[in-house]
C-alpha cells in the first residue's frame, strides 16, 4: 500500500485504488509486486497538494482478506499511540 | 522576566503574517511541498507519524504566568489539550493542523512567543540553567547573555543556513544544570582577577549518532568579546563543516577531526580579523539587556518560618519538600521544582489545565514566573518558604507533587514512536513501565539520586548517552530492541555512557533495570554512595554480570 499524510492537518492517509485518499486502512490499494507498488507511488506523489511524504509501507493479509499494518510503526499510524493521552478523548 | 521592545514585537508578527500567507499558498498548491517544508521547519512545524508537530520556543526556559495561560489556550483550541515540555526547554504541541497554525502562531504572538530557531539547520534556541538568576552562589544571572545571543542569533542570514542545527547553552553556576558539555557551543560564565565577566568557551559537545563531550577552546574570553568569538566560531563551522554527508555535518565531528588545537588556532585567525569590531559588546548594550529584565523585590522572610516547621510534621510534605524545594539566594524564599513525572505518566507532558493552574500558583507564589528545565519538569523561582505547604497541597491537585524530583522516576524521555517519525522505537511506555516499578516513593529515596533517560533512536532527544542509566530504543529485524547503558551524566562532571551488553526486547527492558538497581544496592559501600559513584568505582563489570547471568 502507500500511505502519506494529509496536507492540510497531517492526519494519516492512505492511497485507494480510485486515485483519491482514504484515511480507513481498510480502503487501502494493495499492490503485489514491486513494479505496481512504484506505479502507484508515482501517481501518490503526484498529489502534492492532498498530501505529503507518501511512501509505501508494508502490510500483512489477513485469512479473511482482511488488511492489517505490517509493522509496529504502521500499526502506531493507523491506530494511534500505543499509550493513554494525558487528556481522554 | 525579559520585556520585548517594540522591535522584538515588530518581528515577530511580521513573522505571523509571513507564515499566514506561505500556509495558504501552500494549501492552495501555490507552493510545493519541496518548497515549503524549509519555510515551515524555520516556523518549529515538523510532520510527525499522526499530524504536524509544532514546537514553540521557550528561551532560555524562561516564562510568564501569561505566557504559560497561553501555551494553555493553544494546547486547548488546536491540539488535543496538551502540551509536551522538551529537553531543550521547549514544548511541542502534537497534534496541531496545518491551516489553523497562523492562528496559533498568532495567539502566541500576542504575549510575545514564537516558534523561530526550533528547528532548521539554525542556531537553535539558547538555552540555560532554570535556576537562572536565583540559585544560591551563582555569578550572575546567565539570562542577559542567553538573551543577547538570542538576539543576535535570531533570524541572523550568516547563521541560517550552517552545515547543521547549532546548540548553545549557558551557566553561571559551578553546578551545571544547563548540561553545557554536550552542546555545539557551551558557556561557563566566570569572574577574571578584576572581577569583569567573561567565559570559559567549550566547542563540539553533543549527543546524537556520534556522541562528544564538549572541549575547551578557550579557558575565558572576556564578555565584551562574546559575540565576535562565538561568530569567529561559527563562520570557521560554516566555512569547514560537512555539508555532504548530514551524519558528519556538526561542529562536533569538525572539531574532532581537525583536532581542538587546530580548530582553536583557525578560530583565533578569524577573530583576530574581527574582534575590535562592531560586535564588541560595550557595557552600556549589556545593561541595556539586563534592565528590560524584571526581578522580584523579595521581603526579609524568615529561613524557617512557622508555617514551614508546622508542616515538617507531615511525612507526605517532607518527602516532597525533601525532593522538590532548593535553597534560593534568598534565604526567606525557595525553588520549587513541579514534577511533570507521574506515576505511569508521559514524561514531560502537561494538560491546558495543570499549564493553567500553574500560571494561577506563579501568580500567587512566584511572582508571575515559571521555568522550563531540560530535565521536563517546571520550577517555580520565586517561592516564599512560608507558602510551601499551601503550594504543595495546591500543586498535589492538579497531579504535580510527586515525590520524585532527581529520584529514578524522574525519567527523561523523548516522545519516541508513538509520536516521532524519526524514531525507531517507542520510549514513553518504557518510562511508564519503569515508574511503576519504582512506584514506592520509599523505595525511590532509598535508592537515590538516580537519573534514566530515554530515547527512542539514535538521535538521542532523550539523552540517553548522559543518563546515568541510559536506554536508546533500536529496531533490529522488526522488533524493538533496547540499548543499556550506564555511567552517563550530563552535569559539570559530564561523561557518556557505557554499553552493558547486548540489546535487550522491549518487555524485558524494566526487568533489567530492576536488576541494575538491585546490584546498585548490593554494591553500594554505604548507604549515601550514590548510584554514579558506584559504577565509578566499580565500572560496569558487576551490573553485566547481574543482567546477563541469567539471560
New interface residues.
Given amino acids: 500500500m502507500v500511505t502519506a499524510?494529509r496536507?492540510?492537518?497531517?492526519?494519516?492517509i492512505y492511497r485507494t485504488s480510485q486515485q483519491s485518499w482514504s484515511a480507513r486502512l481498510a480502503d487501502a490499494a494493495i499492490v503485489r509486486t514491486s513494479d505496481e507498488a512504484r506505479a502507484l507511488l508515482a501517481e501518490s506523489v503526484a498529489d502534492?497538494?492532498g498530501a505529503?511524504?507518501a511512501y509505501i509501507a508494508p502490510i500483512e493479509l489477513k485469512d479473511g482478506g482482511e488488511i492489517a499494518p505490517g509493522?509496529?510503526?504502521e500499526h502506531?499510524?493507523s491506530e494511534?499511540?500505543?499509550?493513554d493521552?494525558?487528556?481522554a478523548g | 522576566m525579559y520585556a520585548y521592545d517594540e522591535l522584538d514585537r515588530t518581528l515577530i508578527n511580521e513573522r505571523v503574517s509571513e507564515f499566514r500567507d506561505q500556509v495558504k499558498r501552500r494549501l492552495s498548491g501555490e507552493l510545493t511541498e519541496d518548497e515549503f517544508k524549509m519555510l515551515r521547519l524555520q516556523n518549529g512545524v515538523y510532520l510527525q507519524l499522526h499530524a504536524y508537530m509544532f514546537r514553540v520556543a521557550i528561551p532560555y526556559g524562561t516564562l510568564s504566568s501569561n505566557q504559560l495561560r497561553r501555551l494553555a489556550h493553544v494546547a486547548r483550541r488546536y491540539d488535543r489539550g496538551y502540551g509536551h515540555f522538551t529537553t531543550r526547554q521547549n514544548i511541542q504541541f502534537n497534534w496541531i493542523k496545518l491551516a489553523e497554525l497562523p492562528d496559533a502562531l498568532a495567539d502566541l504572538a500576542e504575549v510575545g512567543i514564537h516558534a523561530m530557531q526550533t528547528s532548521g539547520n539554525n542556531t537553535r534556541n539558547v538555552t540555560s540553567d532554570q535556576w537562572a538568576g536565583v540559585a544560591p552562589g551563582e555569578i550572575e544571572d546567565p539570562r542577559i547573555w542567553s538573551e543577547l545571543l538570542r538576539q543576535y542569533t535570531t533570524l541572523h542570514p550568516e547563521f541560517s543556513f550552517l552545515p547543521r542545527k547549532f546548540k548553545f547553552a549557558i551557566t553561571a553556576s559551578d553546578h551545571d544544570r544547563a548540561a553545557i558539555k554536550v552542546h555545539d557551543i557551551g558557556l561557563r560564565l566566570l569572574k577574571n582577577a578584576e572581577g569583569e565577566t567573561g567565559f570559559e568557551v567549550l566547542v563540539g559537545g553533543g549527543l546524537g549518532r556520534t556522541p562528544f563531550i564538549g572541549k575547551t577552546i578557550k579557558p575565558f574570553v572576556h564578555g565584551h568579546d562574546l559575540l565576535s568569538y562565538v561568530e569567529a566560531i561559527l563562520r570557521v563551522y560554516n566555512q569547514y563543516g560537512r555539508r555532504d554527508n548530514i551524519y558528519k555535518a556538526r561542529i562536533k565531528i569538525l572539531v574532532h577531526e581537525l583536532g581542538i588545537e587546530k580548530f582553536a588556532k583557525e578560530v583565533e585567525e578569524e577573530w583576530h580579523q574581527m574582534r575590535d569590531s562592531a560586535l564588541t559588546l560595550d557595557d552600556a548594550a549589556v545593561e541595556e539587556i539586563r534592565s528590560r529584565f524584571s526581578y522580584p523585590v523579595y521581603e526579609n522572610l524568615p529561613a524557617m518560618p512557622d508555617e514551614l516547621k508546622k508542616a515538617a510534621h507531615d511525612p507526605d510534605f517532607e518527602a516532597w519538600r525533601k525532593n522538590s524545594v532548593a535553597p534560593h539566594k534568598e534565604p526567606g524564599y525557595a525553588i520549587v521544582t513541579l514534577s511533570l513525572k507521574p506515576i505511569g505518566g508521559a514524561p514531560g507532558d502537561a494538560t491546558a489545565e495543570q499549564m493553567d493552574g500553574v500560571a494561577d500558583l506563579a501568580d500567587k507564589y512566584s511572582f508571575g514566573e515559571v521555568r522550563v528545565g531540560h530535565e521536563q519538569n517546571l520550577a517555580l523561582p520565586h517561592v516564599a518558604k512560608r507558602d510551601l505547604p499551601a503550594l504543595w497541597r495546591a500543586l498535589d491537585k492538579f497531579g504535580l507533587a510527586t515525590p520524585n524530583v532527581n529520584l529514578i522516576t524522574d525519567i527523561i524521555a523523548c516522545p519516541g514512536l508513538d509520536y516521532c517519525s524519526l524514531a525507531n522505537a517507542r520510549s514513553i511506555p518504557i518510562a511508564q513501565e519503569i515508574t511503576r516499578r519504582f512506584a514506592n516513593h520509599d523505595t525511590a529515596n532509598l535508592i537515590g539520586r538516580l537519573h534514566i533517560n530515554i530515547s527512542g533512536c539514535i538521535n538521542a532527544c532523550g539523552h540517553h548517552h548522559v543518563g546515568h542509566i541510559g536506554i536508546l530504543g533500536v529496531e533490529k529485524n522488526g522488533e524493538e530492541v533496547y540499548q543499556i547503558t550506564i555511567g552517563g551524566r550530563a552535569d559539570e562532571n559530564a561523561e557518556l555512557g557505557s554499553l552493558i551488553g547486548p540489546a535487550v526486547r522491549y518487555p524485558d527492558v524494566a526487568d533489567v533495570i530492576e536488576d541494575i538497581v538491585e546490584a546498585y544496592l548490593a554494591l553500594r559501600a554505604r548507604p549515601d554512595e550514590l548510584f554514579m559513584d558506584t559504577v565509578k568505582r566499580l565500572g560496569v563489570e558487576p551490573f553485566r554480570e547481574r543482567v546477563y547471568a541469567t539471560r
Fill in positions: 499524510n496536507t492540510w492537518d497531517g492526519a494519516v502534492d497538494v505529503i511524504g509493522n509496529l510503526r502506531i499510524r494511534g499511540v500505543t499509550i493521552l494525558p487528556v
